[in-house]
């Protein structure tokens, strides 16, 4: 009996500081979540605001209702070179951004102001 009670006595202070270690991590998590949710609308300001020519592109292809598909064959390039404009792989050349301005009904100029870098 001696034996236990001396093995609690031991043990029990590593089992609460344990326990002290868990309910802290759990705060500090609850903190983050919630620090995060409470950050939804500036981070799509931020998303909003930080565009790229890409998604400039890929913006003025769905307002005009059009596939990448469509976008290529008006331009006489591939699917996947559109793809790559819209992903920022790859930027098109002058003349292709000029095409693409004239294709969606805008001005190359409106379009590269819709950039924000």
């Known amino acids: 009996m001696h034996f236990f009670s001396l093995s ?8 609460l500081a344990v326990i002290g ?3 802290y991590l759990l705060i ?3 903190k983050a979540l919630r620090k995060y949710i409470r950050s939804g609308p500036v981070r799509a300001e931020k998303k909003a605001a930080a565009r790229s ?3 400039v592109i890929r913006r ?5 209702h059009m596939t990448q598909e469509f976008v290529a064959e008006s331009l006489g390039v591939s699917r ?3 793809s790559k404009w819209e992903s920022g792989a790859s930027d098109p050349s ?4 000029t095409a693409l301005a004239r294709l969606f009904g805008v001005t190359a100029e409106s379009m590269l102001k819709d950039i924000n870098a």
């Open 21 to 23: 270690a868990l309910v």
């Open 8 to 15: 609690i006595l031991i043990v029990l202070p590593f089992f």
């Open 60 to 64: 003025h292809r769905l307002d005009c």
């Open 53 to 55: 020519l890409g998604e």
């Open 94 to 97: 002058t003349g292709n951004l």
């Open 80 to 82: 996947q070179a559109v």
């Open 28 to 30: 500090l998590a609850i």
